[in-house]
């Protein structure tokens, strides 16, 4: 998409020279050598989002977590207790599971071995022809390593990573107030793309392709983002004394005049609209609000203001445990943040736009990917989880505009990568410091 006309450089508050972090060589997204490092030596060894606690609710629920030649069963053996293991028979090796589901018992459909939901061997059909020499501990399923946070199931197959709260510091601290294990899949999307897993994250942790790719959105969203290192993590969050929603991007003319009430209340509406994601649903029908109760010189800050009140006093009205924040809680969360490896996520107090990426099984240069919303509703009044699940993106219609056009660069990126013309990425120093963070963190995770 061309940028807007009359566009201006933003007053961007940093300046940094590239580093040698900045340059990303293009062999990491298209050398199958590269893929095979990763495979020996991340997915193993790494803290993975495996599905939300919401996802298996009962006992003997399970979510089956697939990443390469690994699968792991994530089981839920007691109210209060969820337990993992490899996804393999003892026997001959056959997959005990697929997807998602219900059982009593973990059961191989090869020679009808079963396991019971705490590891332990439950039935070995005809174990007599063994005489003895086959042992209940040598059969039990190899068990993973779990653990949760904020609502999300990680696993993590290596038994001497670090606990699940270190290695996603500093994460948990930063969102001790936000409800997260509250929420509730609105939607979920899983689809194929043409893209290395790491081409496909990248096109969500940084706010520096808004002003092109996603101009429609200038007019009420100010783009102009750092972005930061944290650890393994990266974030990106407004520039000092800036605020995005219902802004008007510093890239435009005519930016110090604008109606903030139509602004705010027209940026709601658009994410309602095209992605209904990060804000409730029953917000886009509260927002006129703002125009009819607050005077058109009102500034960004009143109507923000009254957005929040309106937000918690529909959030009171209808039970939903609305978390009373600072604002300096709210501007240290920022706007995005890509947990490592594989997990994007956008927070808000009341809602969450995510992603999760993974590589494809035989190819570094696909990836599935997967894109979900998450609200805060009322108790017992969150829709039923339907997941949609599709081969490639472009089989789905309604990804929405926003998504659509990231899809589209995701694929046109990984196809420019071949080009002998190529040699790698230059990330920007001050608005994709993320990427090149992640890279680093990457590159130091699997020794490369």
């Excluded at 393999?88 to 589901?101: P, V």
Aim: glycine share 6%; proline share 7%.
């Amino acid at each position: 998409m061309n940028q807007p006309t009359g566009a201006l450089q933003p007053e961007i508050t940093r300046r940094k020279k590239a580093g040698p972090d900045d340059f990303i060589a293009k062999e990491d997204y298209v050398s199958r050598d590269f893929a095979r490092l990763e495979q020996e030596r991340l997915w193993p060894r790494s803290w993975q989002m495996a599905c939300r606690e919401e996802e298996i609710p009962k006992v003997g629920d399970y979510v089956t977590y697939d990443v390469l030649d690994e699968s792991i069963i994530v089981v839920r053996t007691a109210p209060d207790r969820i337990a993992a293991y490899h996804n393999a028979c003892q026997h001959r090796g056959r997959r005990l599971t697929e997807g998602c589901g219900h059982a009593r018992r973990l059961f191989c459909r090869f020679h009808g071995w079963s396991w019971k939901l705490d590891g332990t061997i439950a039935h070995v059909v005809d174990r007599d022809n063994w005489d003895g020499s086959l042992k209940d501990e040598d059969i039990a399923l190899p068990a993973v390593r779990v653990d949760s946070w904020g609502g999300f199931v990680f696993i993590c197959m290596a038994e001497d990573a670090e606990p699940l709260l270190d290695f996603l510091s500093p994460i948990p601290d930063v969102f001790r107030n936000y409800p997260f294990e509250k929420m509730h899949y609105r939607w979920y999307k899983r689809t194929g793309i043409a893209c290395n897993w790491k081409t496909a994250l990248e096109a969500f942790n940084e706010g520096y392709h808004v002003q092109t790719t996603h101009s429609q959105l200038l007019p009420v969203h100010d783009d102009e983002a750092l972005s930061f290192a944290e650890g393994r993590h990266g974030s990106y969050q407004l520039a000092p004394g800036r605020i995005s929603l219902g802004a008007r991007s510093p890239r435009l003319a005519g930016s110090d005049n604008v109606d903030y009430r139509r602004n705010v209340r027209d940026f709601v509406l658009m994410l309602e609209e095209d992605l209904k994601a990060s804000i409730p649903p029953h917000m886009s029908q509260l927002v006129d609000r703002l125009v009819d109760e607050l005077p058109p010189e009102a500034s960004l800050l009143d109507v923000l203001t009254k957005y929040g009140q309106i937000a918690f006093e529909a959030a009171q009205a209808r039970g939903i445990p609305f978390p009373t924040l600072s604002p300096e809680e709210m501007a240290r969360a920022g706007a995005d943040w890509h947990l490592f490896p594989n997990m994007v996520f956008l927070p808000a107090p009341d809602a969450m736009l995510a992603y999760r990426a993974r590589p494809d099984r035989d190819d570094p240069e696909r990836c599935i990917f997967e894109v979900y919303s998450l609200v805060l509703y009322p108790d017992g009044e969150a829709p039923p989880l339907v997941r949609q699940d599709f081969a490639d993106w472009r089989e789905h219609a309604d990804w929405g505009l926003i998504l659509t056009q990231d899809f589209e660069n995701m694929t046109q990126v990984q196809r420019g990568m071949r080009s002998r013309g190529f040699v790698g990425s230059r990330s920007n120093p001050v608005q994709e410091r993320s990427v090149s963070n992640f890279h680093r963190a990457l590159r130091d995770f699997i020794g490369a």
